[in-house]
């Protein structure tokens, strides 16, 4: 018995079932970035200014009282391996291919209540173009490192359409930028011809 092709599109269920699933995975990325800062033994800093709030709302935050740093850069790969899934796959997710499909990866029309509900919450699109833009911020401060003027330079050129130029201006003694300025074509052919 051989394989007949129906004809149907292959649907795949989604790997987010909710935009707000999605939305965990990426907090938890952007969290990874960061790690305890450490003295030279390797013990955890704590963070001198740092005191608990009166109702106790930090208590099951095992951050809250040290010194965090970052230590990676956020990357739309790192993003993807994070997920659990691919770069192409984040980029199907940003074009709004999945906004208006179920878990399952049907096309559905949504109720109205459904529809305010997502409009609120955002879709999968702006979710992915929101993390997208912080990675994009995160690099963009990577531009900009102390001393160095290579990386605003860089920014000005691509973002704020900025050019080197080198502005050269052609002057005589008498300060006239077109010494044939106001001669008739016969006066320049004369010139032209030379002395005879």
Request: glycine letters at 6%.
């Amino acid at each position: 018995m051989s394989y007949q092709p129906t004809g149907l599109p292959f649907k795949k269920p989604l790997k987010f079932k909710t935009v707000e699933e999605l939305e965990k995975g990426i907090d938890l990325y952007f969290a990874s970035l960061y790690d305890y800062a450490r003295d030279m033994w390797g013990n955890r800093l704590k963070d001198k200014d740092y005191r608990a709030p009166d109702d106790d709302s930090d208590k099951d935050n095992p951050h809250a009282g040290f010194v965090m740093k970052k230590v990676k850069v956020a990357t739309v790969t790192g993003l993807a391996v994070a997920l659990d899934t691919t770069r192409e796959t984040l980029l199907d997710y940003e074009s709004g291919k999945y906004d208006d499909r179920d878990a399952e990866g049907n096309h559905i029309t949504l109720e109205q209540e459904q529809q305010e509900y997502n409009d609120q919450v955002g879709k999968y699109s702006d979710t992915i173009k929101r993390a997208k833009q912080m990675i994009l911020e995160d690099t963009e401060q990577q531009l900009f490192k102390p001393g160095r003027a290579t990386g605003a330079i860089f920014s000005l050129k691509v973002n704020y359409e900025w050019q080197d130029k080198n502005v050269t201006e052609l002057l005589d003694t008498d300060g006239v930028l077109d010494p044939f300025e106001g001669l008739s074509t016969e006066e320049l052919r004369a010139i032209a011809k030379g002395p005879q």
